[in-house]
């Protein structure tokens, strides 16, 4: 069983960028994940990094059984490994089981700005702007503005109303 701490991680994520090598580390990580027996870090937050790097590497498939075991563990972890399973979802073309999953995240009412964010950023991605405004309008309003995600909502939010064609307003006027 493995103690893992941030500055193993950040080692292991160093050697990754350097060899550009997203499936040797979604292994390498998964491994960790697998001997964790305690840490810096959660074990599922391990495992949506390993998510993450499957996602990087083209293997969808592995990624969404990370992002599940993430959901199991359930340890803490940045995001809400289920904002990455509607990703995913997106990704393997099953948009109405990924819309199923953010809905439930929805009605939960518990997303952290991070987890709204990314939900945000993944409705863009698959064409639903307005839901994507709506997910980072109501995570811009709940977020604190010492929040290190604050900035990038609103920037987000910016990007997504301009893609829209709508004016700017007041929430907008909080980027400068």
């Known amino acids: 069983m493995a103690h893992v701490t941030r500055e193993h991680l950040d080692r292991l994520l160093e050697q990754a960028l350097l060899a550009d090598d997203h499936s040797s580390l979604a292994r390498r990580l998964y491994d960790v994940a697998l001997s964790y027996s305690s840490g810096d870090v959660s074990r ?6 390993a998510a993450e790097e499957w996602r990087a590497a083209g293997q969808p498939a592995r990624a969404m059984e990370c992002f599940q075991r993430a959901v199991e563990d359930g340890g803490e ?14 990704e393997l073309d099953r948009p109405a089981e990924a819309r199923e999953v953010i809905e439930t995240i929805r009605t939960e009412g518990r997303a952290t700005p991070a987890t709204s964010h990314t939900i945000a950023e993944t409705l863009v991605a698959y064409g639903d702007l307005k839901a994507g405004l709506e997910w ?11 929040d290190p995600e604050h900035l990038a909502l609103l920037r987000t939010r910016y990007r ?17």
């Open 77 to 90: 972890s940045s995001i809400d490994p289920r904002a990455g399973i509607a990703d995913t979802l997106f």
């Open 136 to 146: 980072a309008t109501q995570a811009v309003l709940a977020c604190d503005e010492d």
């Open 44 to 49: 599922a937050s391990i495992l949506v990094l």
């Open 160 to 176: 997504i109303r301009v893609d829209l064609g709508l004016p700017e307003d007041e929430i907008d006027a909080l980027i400068s």
